[in-house]
């Protein structure tokens, strides 16, 4: 009688251990979707994904696609940019440098590298990295554009290190009063 307790007990013991512990996590929707997708897909559903603000379902569906085909470099790129519109701007210049070192024939990476390192206050780097790009592709208009943009920074940046020093010179602070209020409204 005791040993047949014992056993009823045990068996009670695992079956309510079994009903209390968590169940299986089901598939998350972007582990469904990949599921019907073909490898060639994943980029253009990704590009979806980043167009409709949907950077953390763009970067799951992207490291679902990447672990199936690590060489697909679009996809690799798309999920720097799904980083980066995350705020995780470390992680997406990480990704973007192994992507220049890989493949530096490639202009895209250097551009949204200068952006992150802009963002960072490394101007100089930033411009040199769309030089990169220019070079690769001369016709590269937005790395023109950012370009722009960054030379335009480090005129500011120029400009009121200046000023701090020749605080009488009228030209210089109608310069960079007329550079800051041009950066305002994006002209």
């Known amino acids: 009688m005791r040993r047949s307790l014992f056993v009823l007990l045990s068996a009670l013991f695992v079956a309510v251990g079994t009903a209390t512990s968590l169940p299986v996590s089901a598939a998350s ?14 980029s253009e559903h990704v590009e979806r994904l980043l167009k409709s603000n949907n950077a953390a ?8 696609g990447i672990a199936r085909n690590a ?4 996809l690799r790129f798309m999920r720097t940019v799904a980083l980066d519109a995350l705020g995780r701007r470390e992680e997406a210049a990480t990704g973007l ?4 070192r890989e493949y530096p024939e490639i202009p895209d990476p250097y551009n949204n590298l200068a952006v992150i ?11 040199e990295l769309l030089r990169k790009a220019l070079a690769i592709n001369p016709e590269f208009a937005l ?45």
């Open 57 to 64: 379902q763009a970067l799951e569906l992207a490291d679902i």
């Open 143 to 187: 790395a023109q554009k950012n370009l722009g943009d960054v030379y335009l920074a480090l005129a500011i940046e120029n400009y009121e290190r200046s000023a701090a020093v020749l605080t009488r010179n009228a030209e210089l602070q109608s310069r960079l009063k007329t550079l800051k209020r041009i950066t305002k409204e994006g002209v």
């Open 117 to 127: 390192e802009a963002g960072f206050g490394n101007l100089e780097h930033a411009a």
């Open 97 to 100: 440098n192994a992507l220049i």
């Open 29 to 42: 929707d972007m582990e469904n979707l990949a599921r019907t997708l073909h490898d060639s897909q994943f």
């Open 71 to 74: 060489r697909n470099v679009q």
